[in-house]
Nanobody
Framework: QVQLVESGGGLVQAGASLRLSCAAS????????MGWFRQAPGKEREFVAA????????WYADSVKGRFTISRDDAKNMVYLQMNSLKPDDTAVYYC???????????????????WGQGTQVTVSS
């Protein structure tokens, strides 16, 4: 069973950039579509971005489109979320998730994901 560990969160000012990383162990990410979700205080967890197993198809929430980029390096068993032009509304705990699914499918619902990391805090000050 794959285990996921996120890193790279922190406290930054508005307009700054951060790169989140998700390291997988216990399985190869080649078999999984990958996603990033976030949960702000008092709010439900929401979809941020996802990437398919093959062809690197991606999908983004409207709120992050054009600012965030999801990528994967299967050779390193890593998934990344590059976050640019950060806003205070991006403040949340960010979670990495894995879904063992078909090669071209891009899951966007948290209910589709089988494995989750523990999360990393991102705080953006104004």
């Amino acid at each position: 069973q794959v285990q996921l560990v996120e890193s790279g969160g922190g406290l930054v000012q508005a307009g700054a950039s951060l790169r989140l990383s998700c390291a997988a162990s216990g399985g190869t990410l080649y078999n999984y579509a990958m996603g990033w979700f976030r949960q702000a205080p008092g709010k439900e967890r929401e979809f941020v971005a996802a990437i398919s197993r093959r062809v690197d198809g991606t999908w983004y929430a409207d709120s992050v489109k054009g600012r965030f980029t999801i990528s994967r390096d299967d050779a390193k068993n890593m998934v990344y979320l590059q976050m640019n032009s950060l806003k205070p509304d991006d403040t949340a705990v960010y979670y990495c998730a894995a879904d063992r699914t078909g090669p071209w499918y891009i899951p966007r619902s948290e209910h589709e994901y089988d494995h989750w990391g523990q999360g990393t805090q991102v705080t953006v000050s104004s």
